[in-house]
Structures are given as C-alpha cells and as structure tokens.
C-alpha cells in the first residue's frame, strides 16, 4: 500500500546512513545487557563477527571504489548530484553495495554482543535505509537516469 504524498518525507535524505548505523550500534550495546544473553554463541562468537565484518568491509569499499573510478558523487544526501549510473562491479550483485556493508556490520555487532535483542538493531537499519534513503534515491536516479536505471533495478536486487 501506498502512503500518502508527503507523508513522512521530512526524514527522507536527511540523515547520513551511518550516523543511522553508528545510532543504532549503540542502542544495541545499551539493550544487549538488559536481556539474557543467547546460548551457545561464546565459543564461535567472535569468529563468525571477524568474518561479517570483512565481509561487510569488503563489500562496502567495493562499492565506494565503483563509484570513486566513474568519478560520481558518494554523498547520499545529494544523489541528485549524481553524474554516471554505476552498474559494474558488485553492483551488479546488489544495488546498494555500501548499505548491505552497514548491515554486516551492524549484523556483526549483533553476533558479538550475543542477545536476540541485538539482531532488532540490522533489521532497524535495513527498514530505515530502505524507506528513508534507497527510496527517495531510486526516485531521483529515476528521474536522472531514465530507463537505464529501470532497466538496472529490473536485473539487480535492491539489497542482495
């Protein structure tokens, strides 16, 4: 279902995906000792955190390098700004290569800290950036790029 027009589009493109993502790393690190931690997790913990985050490092610096070579904008606030679609790379994997990076992250943190609590903070992050960032982004690449960038979103996955 379709929201009115206007609705909630105040916080559209406002606030920096990672200040989202470091928001929401604390929030997690306040509730993790509030509930009882998860069972079973100590012993292979850390390593399944290392793997998500290089993981995730990996897939977001691919991502920044992409469109670092077309020489286009990396700001998120003004994809208005915005002067080549990138489509190669790990873009042709998902379209929002630096968000599924944020959402490792977040995802590795979650592992880490070991509580069912933790794992909201992922899915906060992913419904976030979705309606406040990847939309209003997709509007304005529309309106930029025309069908290329439709054809684009009919190959590749908003996020994997």
Known sequence: MAEPPGVMRWL??????????LL???????????????????????GLALVLVVAGGSVDMAGLWA???????????RPANA?????????????????V???CFLLAWAVWLGTLAAF???????AYLTRFQIQPEERV??????TAYTD??????RWL
Request: hydrophobic residues 50%.
């Open 12 to 21: 559209e493109l406002k606030v920096p995906p990672p200040a989202v993502a």
């Open 24 to 46: 929401l790393a604390a929030a997690m690190w306040w509730a993790a000792p509030q509930v009882p931690a998860l069972d079973g997790l100590p012993t292979w913990r850390a």
């Open 67 to 77: 469109f670092h070579r077309q020489r286009t904008t990396v700001n998120p606030l």
């Open 83 to 99: 002067s080549a679609l990138v489509t190669g790379g790990v873009y042709r994997i998902t379209r929002n290569p630096m968000y």
């Open 101 to 103: 990076g944020m959402a």
């Open 120 to 126: 909201l903070g992922p899915v906060a992050l992913v």
């Open 141 to 146: 690449l529309t309106q930029l790029f025309g």
């Open 152 to 157: 684009y979103t009919q190959r590749v996955r």
